[in-house]
């Protein structure tokens, strides 16, 4: 059975790559459109173009993440295969008819899940062994996984590889769930926590983002969102945009249900005198 290290951009999952050698490291790159978000380096921007065969602006999350992918190759000399799918711009036109948010997490599907289940489709299509970078003390996330499960102990993806040709249906995408891959867990088999993983990275070159992925996840709380702006002003623009567009058609759809990112960006917080 072949084995696959999904890789994210953080320090987590790039420790399982450096310890737990697989047939495939695989990178998902979420990508949008904005021309005010381009990745600033032209000639790495060439390169990424050139890695997922498709046009690249920009990335939802942190820029460092594209260093952080070059620096792992270069530093274990082990390939990492990039994956895109569609942008994340085209996610939320076409996909959910809403923003994604904490009850309807859409975007993880479509633009890290899709792309890598139709890579596999594509290039193994066999059942792979998937190492998860959850830690030790994330036993719960891994319960959480486990309950998705089918009766072979896989998980499964609601593909469509094609379309009707008759009846009803025709012309409509033909769906399966198909089973792709067993979860592996190494750092919970073998009990790693973060304190570990930070020292393992210490003095090695490899350039890391303060935090991976989206820089404006609706799960990190306002205040944390309030640091992005100051560090990301238009990518956290970007998403702004994006609220203010689906709210011109419905005043609830927003990222979170306790604030907008608008009053996000305009937060200003209270000092009091302590004198």
Not at 77 to 104: C, M
Not at 164 to 174: A, D, F, Q, V, Y
Request: aromatic share 12%.
């Amino acid at each position: 059975m072949k084995t696959v290290n999904s890789i994210s951009g953080g320090k987590t999952s790039a420790y399982v790559m450096a310890n737990y050698p697989a047939d495939y490291n695989l990178f998902s790159l979420v990508r949008i459109e904005d021309m005010k978000c381009k990745f600033p380096d032209e000639k790495i921007r060439l390169e990424v173009e050139d890695r997922i065969q498709k046009p690249f602006i920009a990335t939802a999350e942190d820029d460092m993440i594209i260093y952080t992918m070059l620096d792992l190759e270069q530093y274990l000399g082990k390939p990492i295969t990039w994956v895109s799918g569609i942008t994340y711009d085209q996610v939320i036109a076409t996909k959910g008819g809403w923003l994604p948010n904490k009850l309807h997490r859409y975007c993880t599907s479509h633009l890290k899940i899709e792309p890598m289940f139709y890579w596999w489709a594509e290039n193994i299509c066999e059942p792979v062994e998937m190492r998860i970078g959850f830690r030790a003390n994330e036993a719960s996330r891994m319960a959480t996984t486990m309950e998705k499960l089918n009766a072979d102990g896989m998980i499964e993806f609601n593909a469509t590889f094609g379309k009707h040709t008759e009846g009803s249906h025709k012309g409509k995408n033909k769906w399966e769930l198909v089973g792709w891959q067993y979860p592996k867990f190494p750092l919970i088999e073998n009990p790693t926590y973060k304190d570990a993983i930070v020292e393992f990275w210490k003095d090695k070159p490899v350039r890391f983002a303060e935090l991976n992925n989206c820089v404006g996840c609706f799960h990190r709380n306002p205040l944390l969102l309030k640091k992005m702006y100051d560090l990301h002003p238009n990518k956290m623009q970007w998403f702004n945009d994006q609220e203010k567009i689906k709210m011109g058609k419905d005043k609830r759809a927003c990222w979170r249900s306790d604030t907008t990112y608008e009053k996000v960006k305009n937060y200003m917080p209270i000092c009091h005198n302590l004198n």
